[in-house]
């Protein structure tokens, strides 16, 4: 199993959860974030208006699947939230130990 996080615009969310819904991702997390990578911060565009800061607001997503759907599941976020402007953001993807599903039990694979 492997877990995908991917720190992505804000506005390019529809586009990531229409991409993974269409691979049968059955779940996600997303939580609203701040941060900075290599432009530290600087001038951005936002909603139409031009602002620097040091912080800049992202979306943080979350997605636990199969190995075998990794790839495809990499590709699809990459695809959905690229705009070929800087601060696209970064997919990182880690192996997931274990799962468990809180209401039945169930374990692993079964559990996502």
Known sequence: MKYIIAIIKPHKLDEVREALAGLGVSGMTVSEVKGFGRQKGQTEVYRGAEYTTNMIP???????C???????VVEAIQAAAETGSIGDGKIFELDLVGATRIRTGETDASAL
């Open 66 to 72: 199969s190995s075998d759907a990794a790839a495809s």
């Open 58 to 64: 992202k979306i943080k997503i979350e997605v636990a």
